[in-house]
Nanobody
């Protein structure tokens, strides 16, 4: 069974860093695209960054470009999102989602992802 478990959120001061984890089970990340999304009150879930397991290709939305790095670790079947220089506007519940195959990453959105894990809260204070 496909399952995703997000973790690593917490409370940090602006300028700080966090590493979020998305542990996958029931499938190999090499055969899926994994995406990080975030959501705040009153807003729809928005994409943050994505990685294509088959070839390791990555994509970053403008909101985090230059501040985030997404990477996978085959040994533990986990995708990570390293976030540096965090800003208050990064505050959100972060979710990871997965879709099988090798999609065109810039076209990914919430509706594209078939599987979701429970979110992890990131709070950035000024």
């Amino acid at each position: 069974d496909v399952q995703l478990q997000a973790s690593g959120g917490g409370s940090v001061q602006a300028g700080g860093s966090l590493r979020l984890s998305c542990a996958a089970s029931g499938f190999r990340i090499d055969n899926y695209a994994i995406g990080w999304f975030r959501q705040t009150l009153g807003k729809e879930r928005e994409g943050v960054s994505y990685i294509r397991g088959g070839d390791g290709r990555t994509y970053y939305e403008d909101s985090v470009k230059g501040r985030a790095t997404i990477f996978g670790n085959d040994a533990d079947n986990t995708v990570y999102l390293q976030m540096n220089n965090l800003k208050p506007e990064d505050t959100a519940v972060y979710y990871c989602g997965a879709v099988r195959g090798s999609p065109y990453l810039p076209a990914l959105n919430r509706a594209t992802m078939y599987y979701w894990g429970k979110g992890t809260l990131v709070t950035v204070s000024s």
